[in-house]
């Protein structure tokens, strides 16, 4: 069980940490973003690099690669928009006072947040700003969109879809994109906002935070309708696929849980450091650690398939394509690692074996000794 896994590539190219790894909705390329400055884009036919993005004065936070371009920000206080056939910076949005941390490209309109304690949302065409969100005491660390999509709600329709920022003041904040204003201020956690992910047919935004906990909000009413308790460490990463939500936490741990209830189901607890990336694919579960290893997790039995060792220090993303994974590092490489091979996934159980598994984990989630930043 859990057997080592061998890299298939190793690109080197970059000469700082990989702060960042987006795959095109396409599956044909990534993008890495660094500290040295640049990014690059690769191919996912033959893992070359097939072109070097080049201007920003300072290291790369994150990036979001689509189709046709590439978005990059960072410490420099701008974002840039790249050609991704020839490589060329199209636009520099500027307008940011301090780092820019993450951006999201959704319904053709760029968001951004920022150590200068606000968010923004840019005219993608144009380089200027469309809205300001102002309102947060300190840095805006992440921030997911939810488009209007039941017609029938007039509120959000109006609103033109909701922007939802976590801050490092402790709070998470719902925006009306149309007009700028806070809809909802989410408070509850005594800690910094560090992740956040967001159901949005079910108007609900799941946060994690250096309190230890994940809390579940109504983004509509601003209601908190559950807390998630069971960590002993910051949730760092969150991940929602099939019905269920996955945490990765400073306690070296990955809980699964279901969203409607609050419950933990499962516990993953191989990781010697911090968990510091998920990707759920396939009924696998992939996770990245500060141990510099990844692991491949059935996640319908929590059993440990496979780790993934050749990393010198934490792995920051994943990415998976096509039976490969890759892993982008802060010792700056980018692996390629060959997933053939790992068992199928296990039968999904029938609806009393599920209820007595879920039983079971709960109690091993309570008696188990406890033993983790973006």
Known sequence: MGGGGSALKVCADHRGGINWLSLSPDGQR???GSEDGTARLWSTADGQCCALLQGHESYVTFCQLEDEAAFTCS????????????????QVYRGHTSIVNRILVANNQLFSSSYDRT?????????QVSREFRGHRNCVLTLAYSAPWDPTCAEEAEAGGFLVTGSTDGTAKVWQVAS??????????????????????GHTVFTGSTDAT??????LSGEQLRVFREHQGSVICLELAERLLYSGSADRTVK?????????????????????????????????SGDACARAFDAQSGALQRVFRGHALIINCLQVHDHVLYTASHDGALRLWDLRG?????????????????????????????????
Not at 75 to 90: E, P, S
Not at 119 to 127: F, M, Y
Not at 214 to 219: K, S
């Open 119 to 127: 968010a923004r949302v840019w005219i993608v065409d144009k380089e």
């Open 30 to 32: 990534l993008l890495t």
């Open 256 to 288: 699964c849980w279901l969203p409607d209830t609050g419950h933990c189901v499962r516990t993953f607890p191989a990781h010697r450091r911090s968990v510091s990336a998920l990707k759920f694919h396939s009924g696998t579960l992939f996770t990245g």
């Open 75 to 90: 410490a420099d206080c701008t974002i840039r928009r790249w050609d991704v056939r020839t490589g060329r910076c199209v």
């Open 180 to 201: 700028g204003c806070c809809h909802q201020t989410l408070r509850g956690h005594t800690g910094a906002v560090l992740c956040l992910v967001l159901d949005g047919p």
């Open 214 to 219: 994940i809390r579940a909000w109504d983004i």
């Open 342 to 374: 790992l068992q199928a996934p296990c039968p999904r159980p029938t609806a009393k074996r599920s209820l007595s598994r879920l039983f079971n984990n709960r109690v091993a989630c309570v008696t188990a000794a406890p033993l983790q930043s973006t």
